[in-house]
């Protein structure tokens, strides 16, 4: 079973770009023959692989305030240093820190962003010092 995360944008060009700056080892190809604006994408490092797609929002976000219309998906990054250049680079490229980064007890880190397209997403880190 394949299971794979698609993240809604307004402009997929500007959501490549941020997503492929934040997290270099992601690729993206457009896809011919449907009818949408879509881009395959794929994920990897040495304890993750995922496909992860864009496509061109197919309807409108929900009204401010009343939060997401869609589950969050989080990625995760070697260390706490990692998540802090993550956010540097949220940051720099117009997206916003929706949660600062917290402890999860005996685990690591984790801290939530919107991309530029309004979309939240979690970042953790897989692994954990005291």
């Known amino acids: 079973m394949q299971i794979y995360v698609e993240i809604q944008a307004d402009d997929c060009t500007r959501a490549i770009k941020f997503y492929t700056t934040i997290f270099p080892s992601w690729s993206f190809t457009p896809a011919e023959g449907l009818p949408i604006e879509y881009h395959r994408g794929t994920f990897s490092d040495s304890a993750f692989e995922a496909a992860i797609n864009i496509l061109k929002r ?68 897989t692994s954990y010092r005291e």
Not at 82 to 93: C, G
Not at 95 to 114: C, D, N, S, T
């Open 58 to 125: 197919p309807a409108p976000t929900p009204a401010q305030g009343h939060g997401t219309n869609a589950f969050v998906c989080s990625f995760p990054v070697e260390d706490e240093k990692a998540l802090d250049e993550l956010e540097k680079k949220v940051l720099e490229l117009g997206g916003q820190v929706a949660m600062a980064k917290f402890p999860i007890p005996e685990r690591g880190w984790h801290g939530y962003f919107l991309d530029t397209e309004g979309n939240t997403f979690g970042v953790f880190t």
